[in-house]
């Protein structure tokens, strides 16, 4: 299993900005399969963004369409989420899975936590 440390969190003014980072390390299966998703206090966790085939395909929640963008370096083993425009509701901690390509979800599944392999301990991002 894959070793996934987010970074990059903090507190934020409403309509600033923030960039997330996601090392992973150890055995890897594949950084073409890896995703970002978040939970606030109360709340079920909830996909925002996923990466598939090395940026071939990407999949953003309604919530954050147009405001976030996910890339990822394979060269240096991470992965980003970039957030513009932020607002008070995305206030929540902020994690990154990964899973095997072989048995990366698509568009119907990815957005379901239950389908992601490995987890980050997550970042807390609070915007006021």
């Known amino acids: 299993h894959v070793q996934l440390v987010e970074s990059g969190g903090g507190s934020v003014q409403a309509g600033g900005s923030l960039k997330l980072s996601c090392a992973f390390s150890g055995y890897t299966y594949s950084s073409d399969c890896m995703a970002w998703f978040r939970q606030a206090p109360g709340k079920e966790r909830e996909g925002v963004a996923m990466?598939?085939?090395?940026?071939?395909?990407?999949w953003y929640a309604d919530s954050v369409k147009g405001r976030v963008t996910i890339s990822q370096d394979t060269d240096k083993n991470a992965l980003y989420l970039e957030m513009n425009s932020l607002k008070p509701e995305d206030t929540a901690m902020y994690y990154c899975?990964?899973?095997?390509?072989?048995?990366?979800?698509?568009?119907?599944?990815?957005?379901?936590?239950?389908?992601?392999?490995?987890w980050g301990q997550g970042t807390q991002v609070t915007v006021s």
């Open positions: 899975a990964a899973a095997p390509f072989t048995l990366c979800p698509g568009q119907r599944t990815w957005w379901r936590p239950g389908v992601w392999r490995d």
């Open positions: 990466s598939k085939t090395g940026g071939a395909h990407f």
